[in-house]
């Protein structure tokens, strides 16, 4: 299994493909502004270029953007420390620069790995039982929206499903986004929340996705508490914070449906 130390390596070297910069970038203590660029090696879910994309790990910002954005980015991530470019009232002055550009802060998310000391398997009072994508072809329905894409089948590579009975009550799928990384979803039937089903099957998909020499990650919006406590629960802990530009049109077309 990978040492704490190896997971946020390979989860640096990861945000470097999909930020067109060097690993090395997120220990440095200075910020960064660089040049977006697709790679087929980044994360599939990615819309590359970006026009305007913030990373943290904690020490500084790396930011990636298109050649318009370069000025904008750069002027705002070193008027305010690098925690602050996250939060109110300060990101108003970065998104009224971007809303000049036909773009505006679309994205803001934390992103969390698992800690290899703290991930164990935890109890769930009902039956678990792993799942490969030919047992899970027909579960792409609303209710595990969040355990498997219906938009990226070919990447939903395994599951762990929590049974009472012969019911379906909570489901845990991981996508590989990437070469060495995958993602983890969860979904429990409102029944049967805070019963620790959640976490039972985050845990579990963890440990197997381990198992497989891949990397486990977990993604929550900020003010997602039950999705963040569930993380904490499981072993997992805050590894990097993402904020990113879309067009406007792309935004209003999300505010519509």
Known sequence: ??????????????????????????????????????????RKYLALPFLCNLVSYGNNIVASVSQPFEGITWDYINRFSSVHCFETPNLHILDDALFKQGARICFMAEYFLPDPTLLTELPCPYEIKQLTPADFRGLYLPQWSNALCEKRKELDVLAVGAYDGKTLIGLAGCSADCEMMWQIGIDVLPAYRKQGVASALTARLALEILKRDKVPFYCAAWSNIRSVRNAVRCGFRPAWVEMTAKPIEFIDELNRT
């Open 1 to 42: 299994m990978y040492t704490k130390q190896q997971i946020l390596e390979i989860a640096m070297s990861q945000s470097a493909i999909d930020l067109n910069c060097s690993a090395q970038d997120f220990l440095k203590e200075e910020n960064r502004v660089v040049r977006s660029a697709a790679n087929e090696r980044a």
